[in-house]
């Protein structure tokens, strides 16, 4: 008696079998020297978590729990399991929410790209070009740097034109 409680207590696992067949192997160990609830409570802890977390949440009674851990059992160890689905949708939610974000700023990104290249086709230069007269006549390096302009062009009024030979 005492070496068939020390296997139940010790060394009975689930393994391969269905959860029903593991509570009647342990209910016959037993051979009535525990009560039912304590069966139970040894027979849960041997059972797989999300088992353990269905039975725990179940209003059935103890003679039906082992068909039922079967089937949840069954449900929840199978390769291709539902249960494993919504960790991947939430993952490929996460995924799409992540594109639709580096997808807007790869617009943003192009937007801003496309207004730099236009502004430099339009030549955005501050200083006249070369042919334009100022409006005091003078050419454009004098009027930018008056008597310490090193080139004249012409047409100039500039009243100093002579220009030291720096070309």
């Known amino acids: 008696q005492q070496r068939k409680l020390q296997k139940l207590l010790n060394e009975v696992e689930l393994g391969d079998e269905k959860p029903s067949q593991l509570w009647?192997?342990?209910?016959?160990?037993?051979?009535?020297?525990?009560?039912?609830?304590?069966?139970?409570?040894?027979?849960?802890?041997?059972?797989?978590?999300?088992?353990?977390?269905?039975?725990?949440?179940?209003?059935?009674?103890?003679?039906?729990?082992?068909?039922?851990?079967?089937?949840?059992?069954?449900?929840?160890?199978?390769?291709?399991?539902?249960?494993?689905?919504?960790?991947?949708?939430?993952?490929?939610?996460?995924?799409v929410s992540e594109l639709e974000k580096m997808n807007e700023l790869l617009q943003s990104l192009t937007v801003r790209i496309e207004k730099l290249e236009a502004g430099q086709r339009r030549g955005r230069s501050n200083i006249r070009r070369a042919n334009t007269p100022s409006k005091t006549g003078f050419c454009r390096f004098h009027d930018a740097f008056g008597d310490a302009a090193y080139k004249c062009e012409s047409p100039c009024t500039y009243p100093k034109n002579s220009i030291p030979d720096h070309n």
């Not at 849960?44 to 729990?65: C, G, I, M, T």
């Open 24 to 95: 009647r192997r342990m209910k016959d160990l037993c051979q009535q020297q525990m009560t039912d609830e304590t069966l139970k409570t040894l027979w849960f802890q041997r059972l797989p978590v999300p088992v353990q977390s269905v039975l725990a949440a179940s209003s059935e009674s103890l003679a039906s729990l082992p068909q039922l851990a079967d089937k949840v059992h069954d449900v929840t160890t199978r390769p291709n399991s539902g249960v494993v689905a919504p960790v991947a949708a939430s993952r490929t939610l996460t995924t």
